[in-house]
């Protein structure tokens, strides 16, 4: 197509363009360097594991012990090639480019056999100038990928020379790869507790050419402050450098808000910058009137505006839309109790950040960009009353997609630079290569309305503070750690955001403190100062004076197995399906995992006995339940404390993370939802404990019943009526029901009602001592007048699960009727007071409106959505319903 024409094109269409690009995904040819596997269809954007599944040389990777038996991939040296013709105008253009948008990790590139250039972080775009090797007709590019195991092991006998780098390697028990610290590559790739090594090879990302005379358009970057009436939409607009010597770029930078169809506000900048770092800054002053401000899920709309900048220089024209949510945030620390306070601030409203962890969407990079995976785990987020997902620093920073997503549906991102859990190398070229990383991924990703702060790595404070790693040099690491994460992460960071976004080194770590103590604190998880990370599987899961009262908890959790459907996808034989067997133990990476879910169940729950076939199902069952009594325990002890001051300072609890929301295969872990896409029961009990308003109780080392409520509405609630109803098990009716009228403030915790649980149980006839916490247990509720429900129905254990005397509730599914499209309204009946009722569609895959419940009435609907078409009668054929007693020893 000649020159002319693509301008013709584009005229037509409204935009003059001379520019060009030439999209070079698609099917490639995949060798091994040593040709013993040769010729294979490869698919660009895409991976080493994948492509050899797709050729049949390796079976599912996500089955049985698979990744013991595919090591030899990671060792192995890929090549990957493609032939593609380029027309003549395209060679023609003064600037012609080699892009990658991602490349994992370390890559020799030619183009008709000249080496062009090299790679060696996967999360860096790299652009090559091949001008002078492109033809027009037809031309090769070939990508030589080293062995990413071979070159960190390398890395890591070269420093031993000067000094040790921690860690070595993983425990034994994640069947793991050494010395990810000395790479730039997901670091969860060579083994996590919760994942398999998997250290992939490949074009993971977009590959294009692109051909300019002038420049083209790579990032722009907003940002918003509040200038009395006006927002002050700051628009850093940054070219793509142009290779002709001496070459100034040229030409008008036009940059348009749209507010509506026929209002906009705008700016025209006259551009003459150095053609080998062209950036430009304008704002834009945007009156408030106009503007529907942004909000956080759970606080209003996320009223997005698009951007668009458009380049123009003669007849090449580039252009780039971005979205823009108009919000402010804060990260406020100022003097509270003993220590500084750690809340954020959207909008000037305080805003308790409820949500979780993140690991990588998938284990394999190129898998992790899928749009479908990446707005189910939204969603689910968004359903459960998330505000905050925090991207963790051992996985990739994900998708442009993912970011637009979170935009879209409010969910703000604490974004971790990709550090975790390891002391790193800072020599030249290792900073260098951070640089680089910093300056692509801030640039690519700051602007994004939902991102709400930067931090430079995941526990690394802590590690070197409490000596994780046996090293005797405290002060050689810790000047190491500075020189990474604030001289370079931290101070690139600033130079790009111009001191306008929130950076936090750590986490945890103490925030200002940490920096006044030249950012390694003494005690990073200090409770008096920023953010904690709390775990600790000796504890009671389900007593709350077992946790911390921090200023903001960022990571906790337990973990349980995903359900016996999701394991039966990935076994070998039905012999493994044995939670104590080798297989189980094989997939449990976190050393001694299974042992501490068998200790916490016991403590609860008397699950039948071990000879029973049914072991390993309940087994299952009882760690899904406990680790959902342990995460909601701990999750509402940090909201009841947002409003708390206690006489040691501590409380003003403003955030609760807990530790995780996905899964990369089929395994112990910490998730809520498990790697096929199974929720656990944790995720329906999140969607309960993250409600806006809820109402909570526990028991307090003297006795005390302690009932509270927690809003995060920003209006007082309207006056409401609280019930603490007394339940024996083999009842439906209260023994015992007391109401109380309230009112609320917005935003804040109130203990509503406070009695001596042996007082409650006597006057509600439970019984006396012992017998009385085995007869009874306590229902919370919370109408408005009008007797609409206001908070999720809850309750209060006297005593252990294992000690009350449940009722067989001899549990049925009584009716399955089909409502609108692949929605279908389940009954079910009981005979009794039933515990953590689970529900379960095995083939038909859906989620349930409830799940995991205590039934304190004979029937319930239950409403299950299909995530395909199906029958009545093919659901009702796989529905099954269980509860604790079913899985308890009678005997
Ligand atoms: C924290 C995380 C992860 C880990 C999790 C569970 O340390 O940062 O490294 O998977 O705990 O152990």
């Given at each position: ?536 599987y000796?504890?009671?899961p389900v ?14 959790g337990y973990e349980s197995f995903p ?34 879910m068998?200790?916490m169940i ?18 299952i069952y009882f760690s899904q339940v406990i680790q959902a009594l342990g995460t909601k325990t701990e ?23 807990y530790w995780q ?7 112990p872990s910490w998730g809520s ?7 656990k029961l944790l995720q329906?009990h999140v ?165 995991g ?39």
């Amino acid at each position: 197509m000649s020159h002319r024409i693509v301008f013709a094109i584009f005229c037509f269409i409204g935009v003059l363009e001379a520019l060009q690009f030439q999209n070079l995904n698609g099917k490639w040819k995949l060798h091994s360097a040593n040709m013993i596997i040769k010729n294979l269809d490869a698919e660009v954007p895409g991976g080493i594991y994948t492509d050899l599944m797709e050729n049949k040389i390796l079976g599912d990777i996500f089955y049985g012990y698979s990744d013991e038996t595919t090591k030899w991939v990671s060792r192995t040296e890929w090549i990957y090639e493609t032939n593609f013709t380029v027309p003549k105008d395209l060679v023609n253009h003064e600037n012609v480019n080699l892009v990658f948008d991602g490349l994992d990790t370390f890559a020799d590139i030619f183009v008709n056999d000249q080496r062009v250039g090299a790679s060696r972080n996967m999360f860096v775009q790299y652009v090559f100038d091949i001008k002078k090797h492109l033809k027009v007709g037809n031309n090769k590019i070939r990508v030589h990928f080293k062995s990413p195991i071979q070159v960190s092991y390398d890395l890591a006998e070269k420093q031993n020379k000067s000094y040790i780098v921690p860690p070595l390697c993983p425990p034994d028990a994640y069947h793991g790869e050494c010395h990810a610290n000395m790479i730039r590559k997901m670091q969860a790739s060579y083994a996590w507790d919760w994942g398999p090594a998997f250290p992939s090879v490949g074009i993971w990302k977009n590959v294009s050419i692109e051909a300019f005379n002038s420049t083209i358009i790579r990032h722009v970057v907003t940002d918003l402050e509040v200038n009395g009436t006006n927002w002050l939409l700051h628009v850093d607009t940054y070219l793509v450098e142009n290779h002709v010597k001496g070459r100034r770029i040229t030409g008008e930078l036009v940059v348009v808000l749209k507010i509506t169809d026929n209002q906009w506000v705008k700016s025209v900048v006259h551009v003459s910058v150095d053609g080998k770092s062209p950036a430009v800054s304008t704002y834009l002053a945007v009156p408030k009137s106009k503007i529907s401000t942004w909000w956080p899920n759970g606080y209003g709309d996320q009223k997005l505006y698009t951007l668009e900048v458009t380049y123009k220089n003669g007849d090449e024209q580039s252009f780039k839309q971005v979205s823009v949510g108009f919000r402010t945030i804060e990260l406020v620390e100022e003097p509270i109790g003993k220590g500084l306070s750690y809340y954020f601030k959207v909008n000037n409203v305080p805003i308790f950040m409820k949500g979780s962890n993140q690991i990588p969407l998938h284990i394999l990079p190129e898998l992790g960009q899928d749009k479908q995976r990446v707005r189910r785990l939204f969603q689910a987020a968004k359903d459960s009353h998330m505000n905050m997902l925090r991207v963790w620093g051992g996985g990739v920073y994900e998708s442009e997609y993912f970011y637009e997503v979170a935009d879209e549906m409010g969910i703000l991102i604490w974004q971790d630079f990709m550090f975790a859990c390891a002391m790193y190398p800072t020599n030249e070229e290792f900073l260098d290569n951070v640089l680089e990383e910093v300056d692509y991924q801030v640039k690519r990703l700051s602007g994004h309305t939902s991102i709400a702060l930067f931090a430079g790595n995941n526990e690394n404070e802590a590690a070197l503070r409490d000596n994780w790693y046996g090293i005797s040099n405290f002060t050689l690491y810790k000047n190491d750690y500075v020189k990474l994460y604030v001289e370079t992460v931290k101070r690139r960071f600033e130079e790009i955001t111009h001191k306008r976004r929130i950076f936090i080194t750590s986490s945890p770590s103490n925030g200002k403190q940490s920096e006044l103590e030249g950012y390694v604190a003494q005690n990073p998880g200090n409770p008096q100062f920023g953010d904690v990370h709390f775990y600790d599987y000796t504890i009671d899961p389900v007593n709350s004076s077992a946790y911390p009262l921090p200023r903001f908890a960022s990571e906790y959790g337990y973990e349980s197995f995903p359900c016996l459907d999701s394991w039966k996808e990935v076994v070998q034989s039905d012999s493994d399906l044995d939670v104590n067997g080798k297989f189980f133990e094989h997939r449990q990476h976190h050393p001694g995992g299974n042992q501490e879910m068998l200790n916490m169940i016991n403590r609860e729950f008397l699950p039948i006995n071990k000879t029973h076939n049914q072991y390993t199902e309940a087994i299952i069952y009882f760690s899904q339940v406990i680790q959902a009594l342990g995460t909601k325990t701990e999750t509402e002890h940090y909201r009841i404390h947002r409003s708390t001051i206690d006489e040691e300072g501590k409380g003003h609890t403003m955030g609760a993370l807990y530790w995780q929301l996905n899964d990369v295969w089929v395994a112990p872990s910490w998730g809520s939802i498990d790697y096929t896409g199974r929720w656990k029961l944790l995720q329906y009990h999140v969607k309960e404990f993250l409600a806006p308003v809820i109402i909570t109780g526990y028991i307090d080392t003297d006795k005390q019943l302690k009932v509270y409520v927690v809003s995060d509405l920003t209006p007082e609630l309207p006056t409401f009526v609280a019930s603490i109803c007394v339940y024996r098990w083999n009842s439906f009716t209260p023994v015992s029901k007391s109401n109380i009228m309230m009112d609320i403030d917005g935003g804040s915790s109130k203990l509503i009602h406070t009695i001596n649980i042996n007082v409650l149980m006597s006057m509600s006839d439970c019984g006396t001592g012992a017998d009385a916490f085995r007869n009874c247990f306590i229902h919370l509720s919370m109408i408005d007048q009008s007797g609409k429900q206001m908070a999720p129905n809850n309750y209060v254990f006297p005593t252990k699960i294992r000690n009350s005397s449940l009722q067989n509730p001899k549990l049925k599914i009584s009716s399955v009727k089909k409502g609108a499209d692949k929605i279908f309204n389940i009954e079910v009946t009981s005979e009794n007071i039933a515990l953590f009722v689970t529900l379960d569609s095995h083939q038909i895959r859906g989620t349930f409106s409830d799940n995991g419940f205590v039934l304190v009435e004979k029937n319930k609907t239950v409403i299950f959505f299909s995530e395909n078409d199906t029958t009545t009668e093919e659901l009702l054929k796989e529905l099954t319903v269980v509860s604790v007693f079913d899985y308890t020893d009678q005997s």
